[in-house]
């Protein structure tokens, strides 16, 4: 696979607590030259983001994140500010302790909510896949599913683990013809990113490719 067809799936993130201005401004520099499907970024950074890149790749942007256990009203918030913002994409965080208690019908429900929110935006529901059993990652695959969202996703990245083939494999068999995957966190290579695209990802969460990419352009030109 082109390299130019993999970044047609990549999320280029940046959710770094320290990230600055000046950091995000790169991010969306190297988002717009290289076609990436959007650029991932902290709700704070959202409007100006939007501002700056002026059409030129979508905003993305994370609630509930990282941990998911703030309420679903503040979740429903935050979505709307981050619409009001400028986003186009939104990736929410489940509550995970619901999942575990076996709260479902609340998970659903406030995914629902999210969605209902987002409209015709895209929401991508993260279900720390790390932090799950194979049974728990199955029914959030359902769940996600009846609630009408239309990705799921591995991992925020901020926890123990990202995503694995293994998890990729097991959320396409499990998920809806209405939902897609996205492979979220760890991954570091080019090799990795199309491995999980031949696996059924339809989209890639991460802040490595384009810098393994522009390493390489790098040393071509030296």
């Known amino acids: 696979m082109k390299t130019e067809e993999i970044m047609k799936y990549v999320d280029h993130t940046l959710l770094a607590q320290t990230a600055t201005w000046d950091e995000i401004k790169v991010v969306c520099d190297d988002a717009m030259h290289y076609g990436v499907a959007s650029v991932m970024i902290p709700p704070c950074y959202v409007k100006p983001a939007y501002d700056y890149v002026k059409g030129g790749v979508k905003v993305a942007t994370v609630i509930g994140f990282p941990n998911g256990n703030c309420t679903t009203a503040t979740k429903v918030f935050e979505a709307k500010d981050a619409l009001a913002n400028g986003a186009a994409e939104i990736d929410m965080v489940i509550n995970i302790g619901w999942l575990k208690d076996k709260k479902y019908d609340e998970v659903e429900q406030e995914i629902r909510a999210l969605k209902e929110a987002a409209g015709e935006h895209v929401l991508k529901v993260i279900i720390e896949t ?34 694995t083939f293994d998890d990729i494999k097991l959320m396409v068999e499990h998920v809806g013809e209405n939902v897609k995957v996205k492979a979220s966190g760890g991954i570091s290579s080019l090799e990795d990113a199309e491995k999980y695209i031949e696996l059924g990802a339809e989209r890639l969460g991460t802040s490595r490719i384009i810098k393994i990419v522009k390493g390489q352009e790098s040393s071509d030109n030296y």
């Open 130 to 163: 790390c932090l799950l059993t194979d049974e728990e990652k199955i029914k959030a695959c359902e769940i996600v599913t009846k609630a009408g969202a239309d990705y799921i996703k591995t991992s925020t990245g901020f926890s123990t683990g990202g995503a």
